[in-house]
């Protein structure tokens, strides 16, 4: 059974940088494995932020982007708002195109 | 612009089946899939698998194999998601998204509720 694996929870403060991380049990995540990354707010249906590693949807604010960091994927967010609370998914594709969430991040603006 | 309507919430007894639909309005239904992702209560995203609106091949969560049907009707633009013999751990809220590789248009959800 394969386990992508982000951190329960991070807090950053207004106006400042916090990096999520996307992890495989399978070993490092590479570009081959087409990252995905989703914002979820209370209530909500997810909203797609980044896909295949660093693209960003065209209502993706500048602030979001994504890149391969320590065989990881990450979503970095800088210059936090108040109005990036949340919680972030990340989407892997594993052979077979096969996909699987990680757990999702809760990310707290204090 | 780009529109994804889902179906309303639903009540099934366990070992029912349910059968949600999802259309979708503002591109060329044809030129991509649709992707299906449930969230059960409290929980985390759960990927179900995607169908092609091109061609009609499907990709399954290898859990969800033999119980979970993918289909789509190119004619009014709709794909539909069935689940057999329902179980209260299928209570979740249910998504599809335009996409197979990059889902990014979002239904709003539909709530099934399992329960005797």
């Known amino acids: 059974q394969t386990v992508v694996t982000q951190e329960p929870s991070l807090t950053v403060s207004p106006g400042g940088t916090v990096t999520l991380t996307c992890a495989s049990s399978?070993?490092?995540?590479?570009?081959?494995?087409?990252p995905n990354w989703f914002q979820q707010k209370p209530g909500q249906a997810p909203r797609a932020l980044i896909y295949?590693?660093?693209n960003k949807h065209s209502w993706t604010p500048a602030r979001f982007s994504g890149s391969l960091l320590g065989g990881k994927a990450a979503l970095t967010l800088s210059g936090v708002q108040p109005e990036d609370e949340a919680d972030y998914y990340c989407?892997?594709?594993?052979?077979?195109?096969?996909?699987?969430f990680g757990g999702g991040t809760k990310l707290t603006v204090l | 612009q780009v529109q994804v309507v889902q179906s309303g919430a639903e009540v099934k007894k366990p070992g029912a089946s349910v059968k949600v639909s999802c259309k979708a309005s503002?591109?060329?239904?044809?030129?991509?899939?649709i992707t299906w992702v449930r969230q059960a209560p409290g929980q985390g995203l759960e990927w179900m698998g995607w169908?092609?609106?091109?061609?009609?091949?499907?990709n399954y969560a290898q859990k969800l194999q033999g119980r979970v049907t993918m289909t789509t009707d190119t004619s009014t633009s709709t794909a539909y998601m069935e689940l057999r013999s329902l179980g209260s751990d299928d209570t979740a809220v249910y998504y599809c998204?335009?996409?197979?590789?990059?889902?990014?248009?979002w239904g709003q959800g539909t709530l099934v509720t399992v329960s005797s």
């Open positions: 503002g591109y060329t239904f044809t030129s991509y899939g």
């Open positions: 169908i092609s609106n091109y061609n009609g091949d499907t």
């Open positions: 399978t070993g490092a995540v590479t570009s081959g494995y087409y």
């Open positions: 998204a335009t996409g197979v590789s990059y889902p990014d248009h």
């Open positions: 989407l892997l594709y594993y052979s077979g195109a096969q996909g699987v």
């Open positions: 295949s590693t660093n």
